[in-house]
């Protein structure tokens, strides 16, 4: 027999999380490429981070010319990536910079953007370490863009997953971090931290109930 589908989260409704969602009102777009593999985990934070931003798009795909809009986007919103990165705003790439990267790769602080963010928006990858670092290096395009990362406040608290190391943050959290710093309102922060604990605590609780 075929299981009853939940509409907001698109997952069975015995493992619906919706519940766990907060309104987010972002007043700079996040958009979000996903690798392949990750859409595919139950434990992402994205499709939770999707539902709880009111400006956000998102893709699967390893390279921008195979990026998929998802279903999670409401589609009168909703943008091809390729169409996305031309669409007249300033690009940043949520991305520390690495090894390989240009000297002269324009690297932005939260300081410099937070006066034009209605003319910008972010991009973030989404995957492991070496899955994200992966889809950087094919896509040429996504490389040039100036980056931006974020200092964390605390370590993350991503319970249900195993971490790279101390300093790593869910796509959630790093979004989370970045949002609540570019806008200067902690509610950004603990409204995403609540709908993320919520979140875990539900996926633990179903997890563990069937063992």
């Known amino acids: ?17 919706c519940h766990c969602s907060r309104a987010v009102a972002n007043r700079i777009e996040i958009g979000i490429l996903q690798h392949p593999d990750e859409a595919k985990q139950a434990k992402s934070t994205v499709p939770l981070l999707v539902k709880c931003l009111n400006r956000v798009q998102l893709w699967k795909g390893e390279t921008v010319s195979d990026a998929q809009i998802c279903a999670l986007v409401l589609q009168d919103s909703a943008m091809e990536l390729n169409r996305w990165l031309v669409n007249g705003k300033h690009t940043y790439l949520l991305y520390p910079k690495t090894e390989d990267d240009s000297p002269t790769l324009p690297l932005v602080t939260v300081e410099s953007l937070r006066p034009n963010l209605q003319d910008s928006q972010i991009l973030v990858l989404d995957g492991t370490w070496r899955k994200t670092y992966k889809m950087l290096m094919l896509n040429p395009q996504l490389q ?62 179903k997890r563990h109930s069937r063992e």
């Open 1 to 17: 027999m075929a299981r009853t589908i939940c509409q907001g989260c698109v997952r069975p409704v015995n493992a619906c999380w």
């Open 144 to 205: 040039s863009l100036p980056r931006i990362s974020v200092e964390p406040r605390k370590a993350s608290q991503y319970f249900i997953r195993k971490q790279k190391n101390s300093d790593s943050l869910s796509t959630l959290e790093a979004v989370g971090e970045l949002l609540a710093q570019l806008q200067e309102d902690g509610c950004i922060y603990t409204e995403l931290n609540e709908a993320f604990d919520c979140f875990q605590k539900s996926v633990f609780h």
